[in-house]
């Protein structure tokens, strides 16, 4: 009997470290890396029960196609500023990533971006922030003010119908920017040579550019024929 109960005992105690693990805290000044993805202390941290759209990612609006991703990532950076986040965490992903509930002062980020309209509900991982979801989506915040690609679908390669005719949001914007199987960024204008069959792909990091002058500060090179 006395076997059993420190058994009994060690695996409780076992069981209080790993709550009290998976319930750590980090906080400090947060960089954004994208609209559910935050950097402290040099430590990745993904937005509990949320799932923004991607850093390429195109939603439409009034029949014109925008960078939602990266509004998604303005619209988190500009609410953090240089304020202290605090991030209680609820698990590790498969990145290694601390999945975590953020807060700025009072304010829970990951339900913020949710009624902002900059994020939806990861109904996947939790049902926390359904009811903000529904919320956003009444008033048309954010990406319910159009049509947009569900991140999850995104990631897995569906696209809204510019995306998938591989055509630039913005007509000006006819400057492909490849990447090469050595993963040299090329860039190719209109009338050379491989600038017809040359496809864009922007799950892999390839975009499109207004200007040759964009095209090199972005670090992409002209192509040589």
């Given at each position: 009997m006395t076997l059993l109960r420190l058994?009994?005992?060690?695996?409780?105690?076992?069981?209080?470290v790993g709550t009290a693990a998976a319930q750590s805290t980090v906080d400090g000044i947060a960089s954004v890396i994208d609209g559910d993805t935050l950097n402290i202390h040099g430590q990745r941290i993904r937005l509990h029960g949320i799932d923004a759209p991607e850093s390429s990612q195109f939603c439409e609006k009034?029949?014109?196609?925008?960078?939602?991703?990266q509004r998604a990532a303005l619209a988190l950076a500009e609410k953090i500023g240089r304020a202290t986040?605090?991030?209680e965490q609820?698990?590790?992903?498969?990145?290694?990533?601390?999945?975590?509930v953020c807060n700025l002062g009072n304010v829970d980020?990951?339900?913020?971006?949710?009624?902002?309209?900059?994020?939806?509900?990861?109904?996947h991982y939790s049902r926390n922030y359904v009811g903000d979801e529904s919320a956003a989506q009444a008033e048309k915040a954010g990406i319910w003010a159009g049509r947009f690609i569900e991140p999850s679908r995104w990631r897995r390669g569906?696209?809204?119908?510019?995306?998938?005719?591989?055509?630039?949001?913005?007509?000006?914007?006819?400057i492909k920017g490849n990447i090469s199987r050595s993963g040299e960024r090329i860039y190719h204008v209109p009338g050379g040579r491989y600038y017809g069959p040359t496809r864009i792909n922007e799950s892999k990091g390839e975009r499109w550019f207004c200007s040759e002058d964009e095209a090199r500060k972005a670090g992409w090179r002209q192509s040589r024929q």
């Open positions: 058994i009994f005992a060690l695996a409780v105690a076992s069981s209080a009034d029949g014109k196609q925008y960078r939602c991703g986040v605090r991030c609820h698990d590790i992903d498969r990145y290694k990533r601390i999945v975590a980020l990951n339900a913020w971006m949710v009624r902002q309209g900059w994020a939806i509900a990861y109904r569906d696209r809204l119908a510019v995306e998938s005719a591989n055509e630039p949001a913005d007509a000006s914007c006819q």
